[in-house]
């Protein structure tokens, strides 16, 4: 069987690893040699990428930058690189094409441009708004990531809830627990050996960058402890994400770690006595996920769709201050409580 699949990395991806569908299917690849895997390529790649024999890269224009070029990519270009290879199957995220005979599958990650606020531009929204519906009614299947996506596509769209199936997230194998003796000494290096909390920042969660200063700063009027808090830039985020931090009380008990490749934010996470991850959009993200597979203590806003995916994993606040004050001490003060969350 031939199998295609688009590899959407994006300018802003440092890491290849961290792309779903570079990852997956390299497992794929690497466990099926008998089966033959085009990786199509819309922006320059290292070649170095490839490493099995029965992957095919493809790289093909135009870069996608828009709506109106990714239209353009998926309805002409796609069905020609499916028609070459004759492909029996092609895989695609979050958009499909819609002049191919090729069965298709379609992996959505989330249906947010549907929220009133989310992270899209506005004609982003509308394209998406409109095409959506017919990305899943041409696809052969659709993956989705957690129960609580499948739940609201069936609702959306109730004559497709027979083609939509859950896998789980694929986690990158250097998030692991470190051994006591490690974690001490990344301490060391990190915050001269004090424990300290980590705070993702992310595209879906820099708006609450205020409420988790807010929230450390009752944790510290309450506690009085030497607890720092370490804020972990996604691979998009810059030390501009964070605004007016000279002028933050407790500013001397709070360091920015800039994205400088997994091994660095999984090193800095399995030393953390805690993990806190406010997304504001209902996206699948890997970070809370990745805490968890270090054996660090959640902290996540109180949401069907976190539920959906870290079920009893988890603390659940509601994204304010107080309620996440309130955990952040809870972890602080019940160590039985903290040891059963590891």
């Not at 802003?12 to 961290?18: F, I, L, M, P, S």
């Not at 085009?38 to 828009?66: A, C, H």
Request: glycine share 2%.
């Amino acid at each position: 069987m031939t199998i295609a699949v688009h590899i959407d990395l994006t300018d802003q991806q440092k890491d290849h690893t961290a792309n779903f569908n570079y990852n997956c299917f390299s497992v794929l690849a690497a466990g099926n040699p008998g089966h033959h895997f085009i990786f199509i390529f819309d922006r320059p790649f290292e070649t170095s990428i490839i490493t099995e024999k029965n992957i095919t890269p493809v790289l093909m224009g135009p870069q996608i930058k828009n709506r109106l070029l990714q239209h353009y990519f998926y309805n002409f270009k796609i069905p020609r690189v499916l028609n070459k290879y004759h492909a029996d199957f092609f895989i695609s995220t979050d958009t499909c094409s819609l002049r191919t005979t090729v069965l298709q599958c379609l992996i959505l990650h989330d249906l947010s441009f549907l929220q009133k606020n989310n992270l899209f531009a506005k004609s982003d929204t509308r394209y998406l708004k409109r095409y959506t519906r017919f990305f899943i009614k041409k696809s052969a299947s659709v993956i989705v990531l957690n129960a609580e996506l499948k739940k609201t596509i069936a609702g959306l769209f109730p004559a497709a809830d027979e083609k939509v199936s859950i896998t789980s997230v694929g986690l990158n194998e250097k998030f692991f627990p470190l051994e006591n003796e490690k974690a001490d000494a990344v301490r060391g290096r990190l915050t001269e050996g004090k424990q300290y909390f980590v705070f993702f920042a992310t595209a879906t969660s820099v708006a609450n960058i205020i409420t988790m200063l807010k929230s450390f700063s009752l944790f510290k009027k309450w506690q009085k402890s030497n607890m720092q808090l370490l804020i972990l830039l996604s691979a998009n985020q810059n030390q501009n994400t964070v605004k007016d931090l000279s002028n933050y009380k407790y500013r001397e008990d709070v360091k920015i770690i800039p994205f400088e490749g997994p091994e660095t934010m999984a090193t800095s996470l399995a030393a953390a006595y805690a993990a806190i991850h406010l997304p504001c959009m209902e996206i699948t993200e890997t970070e809370g996920l990745h805490a968890l597979a270090c054996n660090v203590p959640l902290i996540t806003t109180n949401t069907d769709f976190n539920k959906s995916i870290y079920k009893d994993g988890a603390l659940y606040a509601a994204p304010n201050e107080k309620d996440i004050s309130e955990k952040m001490m809870l972890l602080y003060k019940d160590e039985k409580l903290r040891n059963s969350q590891v």
